[in-house]
């Protein structure tokens, strides 16, 4: 296991214990201002089956708030910032205390509002202070480690061009204020003909999956290609299968049209183009809100589902669904899947790009594309996590290296889940070239810039009101 994933499961386990200190603290409190029959002793009242029911639940019900606001996620674990985490803490107690005191504690026997006002901020108090101690302590103590080297993110520099030089140099002599280990370069275009470089040993194995393994590496560091911003570009599309951090130097910021998601780090400063400048507890939200629209969704739609199964079936030979290979998450190849609007033998003559004239589509076809029909199979796709219901749409590989080729920029639409519907989709529509899949990009990368569950719902509204008035192709 890894040192962030002990981190993580070290966070969740005393948040758990701490939230149960502070309920307990909460019921020694309420036991002695709440009116009752006294002949109860305190051990009796706090091991009354609500009181110990409460005991177990409120904590877990505290953690799973905790972890929905992304206290818990991966990129969101070791190099905390104290004051985010302090209103975290703060946040996630109140709602807490709202939770409890609605759904147990409103009938409670108090004759008196102040009383009763006063309690709820001892409730909000007993959450707070002990969890917030403890996550201090423990970033704290994360942060001393950093500092004392006892904790390293192994990193490799991509690039071993001299003319990077002065980068690495600054990156190299600040690892004890960044948190890096970089223990090495990697020359892919060989650009450096000597086996070290900055007194660290240069890498030229191809199989950089198999190198970043080995070497049990975490973040990789992204130079300039000497082969230009195209050959740039090209590399960075190959680290995002590899599931590493990715990290830009400033040098490299011109490659990016979005608002940079700066790394935390104290001396050199890196650009994060693994993930999206997305507040955590949107991402969480966002993949609750798909598993739950989703799975409703495949629910609900099972009649219409099979009715246009049928029509598909009828209306010319082959398979109902139409399986395709598409790029998604962090480059990850997954299968799309759709009601088949075309003849089996559409694509023979390899990839093409299809219109609403297209011959290849059936007359089935038309309707359900017009109606964008053929989509709904792809709430399974949003089930399972490929995909979510809005983000960018996923194109094929074959056609997303000739869009990098052309605007590298491209790139940053995978540090996001694609999606059933986008913003490209519902105000540009459906590309039938590749200078319009350029043209749609700019509205996938405004989405980017402005992922929230209100800019979500809008883009639903408006796919919804797409499908009702045909005005899918």
């Excluded at 050199?268 to 991402?283: C, F, G, M, Q």
Aim: hydrophobic content about 45%; charged content about 20%.
């Amino acid at each position: 296991m890894g040192d962030i994933n002990k981190f993580r499961i070290k966070y969740i386990v005393a948040d758990f214990l701490s939230v149960n200190v502070g309920w307990l603290l909460f019921n020694f409190i309420r036991y002695l201002r709440l009116p009752h029959d006294y002949s109860i002793s305190l051990l009796e009242w706090l091991t009354t089956k609500p009181v110990l029911f409460g005991q177990l639940f409120v904590p877990v019900c505290m953690v799973l708030l905790y972890a929905l606001s992304g206290s818990y996620n991966r990129d969101n674990s070791v190099f905390k910032s104290r004051l985010d985490e302090l209103i975290n803490t703060a946040v996630v107690s109140f709602i807490g205390m709202l939770g409890v005191y609605f759904t147990a504690l409103i009938n409670d026997n108090v004759a008196e509002r102040m009383t009763n006002y006063a309690l709820i901020l001892v409730l909000f108090l007993c959450f707070f202070i002990p969890t917030e101690s403890i996550r201090l302590y423990l970033t704290t103590g994360m942060a001393r480690a950093v500092r004392e080297g006892r904790y390293r993110v192994k990193a490799l520099i991509i690039g071993a061009s001299q003319d990077n030089s002065i980068h690495a140099s600054r990156l190299i002599n600040s690892q004890a204020q960044t948190g890096l280990d970089i223990i090495g370069f990697v020359d892919l275009d060989n650009e450096n003909a000597q086996t070290t470089h900055q007194g660290l040993p240069i890498y030229r194995d191809k199989n950089l999956q198999r190198l970043c393994d080995d070497k049990k590496i975490e973040a990789l560091i992204i130079m300039p290609s000497g082969a230009g911003l195209p050959r740039t570009a090209e590399i960075i599309y190959e680290l995002y299968g590899l599931k590493r951090a990715l990290y830009l130097t400033p040098s490299l910021y011109n490659v990016l049209v979005t608002k940079p998601r700066v790394h935390s780090l104290k001396a050199e400063p890196l650009i994060d183009i693994s993930n999206a400048r997305i507040p955590p507890h949107v991402i969480n939200l966002k993949r609750v809100s798909d598993i739950l629209i989703s799975a409703c969704a495949i629910l609900v739609l099972l009649p219409v589902y099979a009715a246009i199964a049928l029509a598909v079936k009828l209306d010319s030979r082959g398979p109902v669904f139409y399986r395709q290979e598409r790029v998604g998450y962090h480059k990850k190849i997954f299968k799309i899947v759709k009601f088949r609007s075309m003849y089996t033998d559409a694509e023979k003559n390899g990839p093409a790009l299809s219109s609403p004239t297209d011959p290849r589509i059936t007359k089935v076809g038309h309707y359900l594309r017009k109606f964008r029909l053929d989509e709904l199979p792809q709430f399974w796709n949003v089930l399972v996590g490929d995909m979510s219901v809005v983000g960018p749409r996923p194109e094929r590989e074959y056609y997303v290296r000739q869009l990098e080729e052309l605007y590298p920029a491209y790139s940053l639409v995978h540090q996001v889940r694609p999606g059933i519907t986008s913003l490209g989709l519902v105000k540009f529509g459906y590309a039938q070239s590749i200078d319009e899949m350029l043209e749609r990009l700019a509205f996938d990368i405004i989405y980017i810039e402005n992922v929230s569950i209100g800019v979500d719902i809008k883009i639903l509204l408006h796919t919804i009101i797409t499908v009702v008035t045909g005005r899918g192709v």
